[in-house]
């Protein structure tokens, strides 16, 4: 698979793929080691609820917003640099009407 999400049902795993490099989402509740071209993302970003794998949206705006890129945080250029196989950007707008974070992704398919 080149691209695209798949669950393993075995290992509670959702794993996303882009480009022969993957994003492993692990549910299973015990450690796990990536292989060269995995990435595994922190436990602390990830939630499954009602069968839905989800990372944090406040994570990924925080990670892939080129307006964050300003910040000198080397734990954010970090894991932009190791994800940025996904090919996503993000644009956050906080809206002061309700309180929310609205969070714009972009997907560039072709890098």
Not at 40 to 46: A, D, N, Q, S, V
Not at 77 to 100: M, P, Q, R
Request: contains cysteine; hydrophobic residues 40%; aromatic residues 10%.
């Amino acid at each position: 698979m080149s691209r695209g999400i798949k669950w393993d049902k075995q290992t509670k795993t959702a794993t996303i793929v882009n480009n022969g490099q993957s994003a492993v989402l692990n549910f299973s509740g015990k450690a796990i080691e990536g292989s060269k071209n995995q990435i595994i993302l922190p436990t602390e970003w990830i939630r499954l609820e009602n069968g839905k794998s989800m990372i944090n949206v406040n994570v990924l705006c925080y990670i892939f917003d080129p307006a964050a890129d300003k910040l000198a945080d080397k734990e954010r250029d970090d894991w932009a640099s190791k994800l940025s196989f996904l090919n996503i950007s993000t644009e956050g707008i906080y809206s002061a009407v309700d309180g929310y974070l609205q969070v714009f992704l972009s997907y560039r398919p072709h890098g």
